[in-house]
């Protein structure tokens, strides 16, 4: 009498040339798949499902890579088969991805233009499901001194204080200031609020010495200045 016991094909069972490490080292990440590259993070998956069953679970699951990278440690670690260890080796190379995106190719870039400050923090920005106020802290010859958090959640002129914006600007003696925002929708463009709130900045800077280049949204992807606006 035939078993009707269902078989489960590993990894392993898989010819050479459809494996994800082997096709990876031979044709370069570029020619791998989403999940194959999930796959090679999880490196092992259970006796009843492999490291790509599980990758394209996780991608069934959360609907999408970006939803995948937002997930929580707790929450990737409830999904059956991953648990704390493969959480935390996910959200290690997601977090490392974040912060070679925003390095640069110098350890001070400097900022020439709203698209290098975009670049600077887009990978950071663009996937956060709630609004992040940075401020980049820039010297005499506008190269980076340091990108910092002000305020997380929903922003309007009363939360986000003009204080906690050049404190530390001063502290580290910086010359000017570019503002930051995202808008978790993915549309970057500015409301009418951010105009407010860009001009209470500027005037707050000028009682101080410091100089606000400009104020960038971050969207999905896009962004927008409101010094090339006008709204500032």
């Known amino acids: 009498m035939e078993s009707t016991e269902p078989v489960y094909v590993t990894i392993r069972d898989l010819p050479e040339e459809e494996r994800p490490r082997e096709r990876l080292a031979k044709y370069g990440p570029e020619a791998v798949s989403t999940?194959?590259?999930?796959?090679?993070?999880?490196?092992t998956g259970s006796a009843r499902e492999s490291a790509l069953g599980l990758a394209e679970r996780l991608l069934s699951r959360f609907g999408s890579l970006r939803a995948i990278a937002n997930a929580t440690v707790e929450e990737l670690g409830e999904i059956k088969?991953?648990?704390?260890?493969?959480?935390?080796?996910?959200?290690?190379?997601?977090?490392?991805?974040?912060?070679?995106?925003?390095?640069?190719?110098?350890?001070?870039?400097?900022?020439?233009?709203?698209?290098?400050?975009?670049?600077?923090?887009?990978?950071?920005?663009?996937?956060?499901?709630?609004?992040?106020?940075?401020?980049?802290?820039?010297?005499?010859?506008?190269?980076v001194i340091k990108v910092r958090t002000v305020a997380v959640g929903a922003l309007n002129a009363n939360r986000v204080e003009p204080r906690e914006i050049f404190k530390e600007a001063i502290t580290h003696s910086a010359a000017s200031v570019i503002l930051v925002h995202n808008h978790p929708s993915g549309d970057p463009a500015p409301s009418s609020d951010d105009g407010l709130l860009t001009k209470r900045l500027v005037e707050a800077g000028q009682l101080v010495g410091i100089h606000v280049l400009d104020h960038l949204v971050i969207g999905n992807g896009r962004f927008v200045s409101l010094k090339e606006k006008n709204m500032m």
């Open 81 to 143: 088969g991953v648990g704390l260890a493969k959480s935390a080796q996910l959200k290690a190379a997601f977090e490392l991805g974040k912060r070679l995106a925003a390095s640069g190719d110098e350890a001070r870039p400097a900022i020439r233009s709203p698209q290098d400050a975009a670049q600077l923090v887009m990978e950071d920005l663009r996937y956060r499901d709630r609004e992040h106020f940075q401020t980049i802290l820039l010297d005499t010859r506008n190269r």
């Open 35 to 43: 999940a194959e590259l999930l796959a090679i993070l999880l490196r």
